[in-house]
């Protein structure tokens, strides 16, 4: 690549490439868990939802805790099942296409 070229980086993209994410396509929140056999630590340049580098998101710790607190305070509770297949859309960022539609039940 020469000097003063663009270079357009698709965090989609990356995140759905065999070589750097196994079975891409599966939803396996146990690729997260270190005890896993296909865990491997994400390198900076392969999980790219806070983007990188010197405009990297500030708030992206935050984020984290946030959604891990409610999630884990959520699921606590109640159980959610998905009730359709999502649809990526993707004007500036990446959104469900026909929304997130689950069923919720409460835990006994
Ligand atoms: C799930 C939640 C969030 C996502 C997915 C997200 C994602 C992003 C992305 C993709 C960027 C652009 C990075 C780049 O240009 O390479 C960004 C920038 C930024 N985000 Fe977030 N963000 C989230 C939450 C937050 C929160 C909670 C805050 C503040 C408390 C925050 C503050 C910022 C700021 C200030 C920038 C601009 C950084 C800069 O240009 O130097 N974000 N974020």
Redesign the pocket.
Known sequence: MRAGSRLAISPYVTHRMPEVWPGPERFRPGRWDPQESLHRPAAPSAFL????????????P??TA??KTILAELLRSVDLRLLTDVAPASIIVMRPRRGLPVAVRRRT
Request: proline letters at 6%; charged letters at 20%; aromatic letters at 12%.
């Open positions: 939802p806070f983007g990188g580098g010197r405009h990297r998101c500030v708030g992206a935050f984020a946030e959604l």
